[in-house]
C-alpha cells in the first residue's frame, strides 16, 4: 500500500494499525504469518512515523502530523479467540493540538455567491455547465421534512406535491446533490433518458415512478436527474466543482475510487455533525433501502498493511529488508449491512431500521451504491479477522 491508498480486493492484513485521536491510544495487530510472538515484534516511533520491525522486516508508516507514539507503550494483550492467527499490542499516542485536522466538504462548503464555477463530468472531466455564478447559494431542507411538516402544521401542508426549484441564478444543495438551473450548454454537454423506477412485483398497488436521468455525452456516466424541465439534479459523487480561472483545464487525475470514498465520508460526517445522527440508509432514487450504515467514529487513524512479496524471512545476517512507506490515512469507522444479501439475523435489523426510521436516508444513484459498496467490501476484506464483524454488523473504513 503506497502514498494514501488502502489495498483493495487482498486477504487480510499483514500489520494493521488503528489509532485514535480522542482516546490517545492504539491498536497493532500482526498476523502469525508475519511474527510467530511479541518477542518478534519491535515497535519504536519516530517524527510523525511508527516504525515496526518484524521477522519479515521493516515497516515504517508515516502518520499525519502531530501524531507521535508514546516511548515504551507498546504492549501485547490477549488477543482472544483470534490468537491461533495474530498478535495483538496495545499502544499510547501523543497528539498536538491542531486546528486543521478538520476536513472540508469540498463542493457544499466551499461553493460560494463570489465566485464563478464550472462543473465538469468526474468520470471523463468534461466541461458540463460552464461560468455558472450564483447569487444565491441555500440549503435545502433535511431527509423527511415533508413528514416534518405534517406533524407540525395544524392545516394541511401548503407544500405538498411541490418541488423545491432554484431560480436563474440559484444552486440550492441537498445532502447528496446540487440543484441548479438548465442553460442552453445542456444541450451540448448532457444526454437524457426516461427510466421507470420504484415498481414492487410483490405489490401492485406501488406504482412505477418516471425518472428523467441525466449522463454525460462524453462518456455516458450517470450524473443525476431532470427534475423539472428547467431544473438540474447533479449528485456530488459524479461532478467536480471547480472556480472557473481562465483558461485553466481541470485536473483529470481523479482516482473514481478516492474521490467517490471521500466524497462519501466527508458528507456522512458534516450530517452526523450537524443532525446528531449517526446512522445512515443509502438508497437509489426511487427510496429502495440499498446499505445500512452506523457510524461508529471519525477520529481513528489507519493503516491496513497487506503482505506484500516480503513473503520469506530476511536471510541470517543481512540487513532487514524495507517495505514501501505507507501512509496512515483519518478515517471513518462504520458498521454495515447489505439489505440485498442480508442473512436471517440482519434481516431483522433492517426490518427495524425501516420501520423504526432509524437511518437518515443518504441517496445515491443505483451505480453508485454499487460502487461505494465494492468499496466498502475492499476495506473490510483487508482488515485483520477478528476486525472485520462485530455482532450482525460488518466493519469497514472510509478514508477522510
Known sequence: MAGTGMPTKTHGAGVFVELRRRLQSGLLIVGKDVAQSPSDVVVTGGDSSLHVRTPRGNLSLTLPAGVTLEPGSCLPTPAGDSCVEELHFRLRINVAQSNGDETSDSVMETLS??????????????RL???????????????????????????PDPFANKKL???????????????????????????????????DSHDPKKPCRRLTLLSCKSCSSVLGEAVAPGSLKLYITQVVVEPAVGDRKADASHNRSLFLERTVAARLLRLSQ????????VQTPDGKAFLLLWLLNSDSIVAPVPET???????????ARRSPSPRAARALKLLYITCSSASIQQRDIVSSWEVNAT??????????????????????????????????????????
Open 274 to 281: 450537524s443532525l446528531s445522527t449517526f446512522h445512515f440508509t
Open 359 to 400: 437511518g437518515h436516508p443518504v441517496e445515491l444513484p443505483l451505480k453508485v451504491c454499487e460502487e461505494l459498496l465494492r468499496l466498502i467490501e475492499d476495506s473490510n476484506s483487508a482488515l485483520p479477522t477478528s476486525m472485520r464483524c462485530m455482532r450482525s454488523y460488518e466493519v469497514a473504513y472510509m478514508r477522510l
Open 309 to 319: 512479496c516480503d513473503e520469506d524471512e530476511a536471510p541470517t545476517g543481512s540487513p
Open 113 to 126: 455567491t463570489k465566485e464563478t464555477y464550472c462543473f465538469h463530468c468526474q468520470s471523463c472531466m468534461t
Open 165 to 199: 426549484l432554484p431560480r436563474a441564478e440559484d444552486c440550492l444543495t441537498g445532502d447528496t446533490f446540487l440543484l441548479v438551473a438548465r442553460d442552453g450548454s445542456c444541450e451540448q454537454t448532457l444526454a437524457e433518458e426516461v427510466s421507470l423506477v420504484g415498481g
Open 129 to 155: 455547465l460552464e461560468d455558472r455564478a450564483f447569487k444565491r447559494v441555500l440549503p435545502l431542507p433535511n431527509g423527511n421534512w415533508n413528514a416534518i411538516v405534517d406533524d407540525w402544521c395544524c392545516h
